[in-house]
């Protein structure tokens, strides 16, 4: 990375001595499925306000996450195209992604686990657990959770106010963009719906153009009945339609193109005193994927379905003690031309209980016992404490976690007549299972600074992942040729992964109507595996990963930057002159002025300093990127005279 790149950032944090007031200690749903602080939770959690989606020079949110400090963000494609999820150097199936508490994860494969079906505009807040998490949040959990919660989900009683905003804008390659929303809220209900839309004609690639044409629909309401009562709903349609080539092989021949559409329905009922509550949500995801390898190859119809239920108990037993106790149902299908036709459940029951036993001490043990079809069950234990002294908030957990191989892992390639090479499943893989344990401390200032630090380590037994495998030692050889080479989903014996991860946030206002806002993160990683042939996705993360968003505002005018730079294992595909270079470092800008009463206009260049680069061998990204758009935005109570 060059040495003037440096000084760009360090000028940027410098300037942040000073910054606007926020809550860098608030309360949180996702480590414990209860309300708590987020410092007496024993875990290390970073909580974004969905505003910071239209502060930041983001597009969709893939976007917004790979700037999340300790997200790493595996693009395939620019603006929600394709990119994989990673969390404390797992793989991306080993992140579990929820929405308002029911689960994302697609039953074909974790490749569609970035294809979250909200708009920006109804997205409240992201929050963003780290580690180990199965006790709690079931089988996936396993390098961490997003939690993505949003505005009629979590409404409570409020003033009459509605709110509105849009923004377009267009810039090279053919792009153009639009977001907007509108979100009504009232003592007795709280309506909202939004969309999200990214198109382009793309930069040329070998043999095509990288197009996209990803859209995304979202609405919802929440409706109290009573004091006690409420019902909620939401529907999201979600199509992303994008040039896909060398996305899974490093084939001269690949010139794939992929569309995804998704349909999301959710409904919950739920009763709340001050004392107890209860809630029923179900949901229901159907997703439709076409894949084309070349423009005349017959393609890849996948259809799946995802079925869940999640019935969850909370009740305070003291001052110092509270219980949450459940059970989540999943039933998983797919009907596909390649993998065939499968269905399997997962039944989960579990507990948990915080306790604080002395002040500044809470201590939480969780359990869950995950009941998979065909396959042993699990018991899957976990505990996590913490315990405040002065400023620090020190924290520790010990877990296991599980995951169970998705219908990719089992069945792809089965039903093709003959593959010559390639990725293929392999119905008989176990469970994978790990133990990890994390220790850590925050250091809070004044209300305007925190710094988390912590050092973890997991161990796993029977990891999923893809090798390179002879024809020779394939379990199944109906449709291979003698003589190929594959790539076979295995349970590897052992993974062990330790790293070391720092975050800091920090804020508060300056004079003259200034502000500035930083958060930063850093994560050192390293693993080994037992196997002597390295697997596909366990080398593919960092083994160095920073990344960082700056916000500086002054009266009108907003200055907005986010970066990130990563070390990662080199790899080269000789066949289509592909590179995995061992670092790179990118840097996106924006500079926003607002006139008149609601509106903004702003400039954007992504990929600043043109920076040649991809995060998964042949899939390069794009470099600079110039666009230029407007922004509108409403924020009004709703007087009886306006009704």
């Known amino acids: 990375m060059q040495k003037s790149n440096f000084v760009i950032i360090l000028l940027l944090l410098a300037a942040a001595t000073r910054a606007q007031e926020i809550d860098l200690d608030p309360v949180t749903i996702t480590a414990s499925l209860s309300k708590q602080k987020s410092s007496q939770t024993g875990r290390n959690i970073t909580i974004i306000k969905g505003e910071a989606f239209q502060a930041l020079p983001v597009q969709s949110l893939d976007d917004l996450l790979r700037y999340i400090p300790g997200i790493e963000i595996q693009a395939r494609g620019p603006r929600g195209s394709q990119s994989d999820i990673v969390l404390r150097g797992g793989t991306f199936q080993q992140v579990l992604v929820i929405l308002d508490g029911m689960r994302l994860n697609d039953p074909n494969t974790g490749h569609f686990s970035s294809y979250i079906p909200i708009a920006p505009s109804e997205i409240e807040r992201i929050e963003v657990l780290k580690g180990a998490s199965s006790a709690i949040h079931g089988a996936d959990a396993v390098g961490g959770v997003i ?8 409404v409570k009683e409020a003033e009459k106010r509605l709110q509105a905003s849009g923004a377009v804008s267009a810039g090279e390659y053919g792009y153009i963009y639009g977001e907007g929303g509108v ?90 005193t001050e004392k107890e509550s209860l809630t029923l949500d179900a949901g229901y995801k159907y997703l439709t994927d076409i894949f084309y390898f070349t423009p005349l190859a017959v393609p890849n119809h996948n259809k799946s379905e995802l079925f869940q239920g999640l019935l969850m108990y909370q009740r305070r037993l003291g001052e110092h003690t509270a219980l949450v106790t459940g059970a989540n149902y999943q039933n998983k299908n797919i009907q596909s031309n390649d993998r065939g036709e499968h269905s399997l459940y997962i039944v989960s029951p ?23 079809k065909n396959i042993s069950s699990e018991f899957v234990p976990q505990v996590d404490f913490s315990q405040k002294i002065a400023n620090w908030q020190l924290r520790g957990s010990v877990g296991k976690t599980v995951r169970d191989a998705d219908f990719t892992e089992r069945y792809n390639n089965y039903g093709r007549p003959l593959v010559t090479s390639g990725r293929v499943g392999n119905p008989g893989l176990l469970a994978e299972r790990s133990v990890s344990y994390e220790a850590g401390a925050d250091w809070f200032w004044q209300n305007r600074l925190k710094f988390s630090t912590g050092f973890f380590q997991r161990f796993h037994e029977r990891l999923i992942d893809y090798s390179t495998t002879p024809y020779a030692d394939m379990p199944r050889k109906e449709n291979l040729t003698p003589g190929g080479v594959y790539a076979l989903a ?34 050192v990683l390293n693993s080994k595996s037992s196997d002597t042939v390295p697997s596909f996705y366990i080398s593919s993360h960092a083994k160095l990963l920073t990344n960082f968003s700056v916000i500086y505002q002054c009266h009108n005018l907003t200055l907005s930057v986010n970066g990130l730079y990563k070390q990662r294992q080199e790899q080269e595909a000789a066949a289509i002159h592909a590179v995995i270079s061992p670092d790179y470092f990118v840097m996106n800008g924006k500079l926003e002025y607002g006139f008149m009463k609601n509106f903004s206009a702003f400039v954007q260049a992504d990929n600043l300093f043109n920076r040649k680069y991809s995060d998964l061998l042949g899939t390069p990204m794009p470099g600079r990127w110039l666009l230029a758009g407007m922004r509108f935005r409403l924020d009004s109570p709703v007087h009886r005279g306006n009704q």
């Open 183 to 272: 979100n009504y809220s009232s003592k007795h209900i709280n309506l909202s719906a939004g969309v999200i839309t990214n198109k382009a004609d793309g930069v040329q690639q070998r043999g095509t153009r990288g197009f996209f044409d990803n859209t995304t629909f979202s609405t919802s309401a929440n409706y109290k009945i009573t004091d006690k009562w409420n019902i909620a709903y939401r529907f999201a349609y979600d199509n992303r339609d994008f040039a896909a080539q060398n996305y899974y092989t490093t084939f001269a021949s690949d010139t794939a193109s992929e569309k995804v559409t998704s349909r999301w329905h959710q409904v919950r009922l739920g009763y709340q």
């Open 147 to 154: 939690n993505i919660i949003t505005k009629s989900f979590a």
């Open 350 to 372: 579990f507990v948990t209980v915080s306790q604080q036993l002395w002040r500044g001490f809470h201590i939480r043990p969780s359990a869950q016992w995950v009941v998979f």
């Open 490 to 523: 295995k349970n590897i014996a052992e993974v062990n992964t330790r790293g070391w991860e720092a975050d800091i946030q920090y804020v508060q206002p300056l004079a003259g109507k200034q502000s500035v806002t930083v958060s930063a993160g850093l994560v």
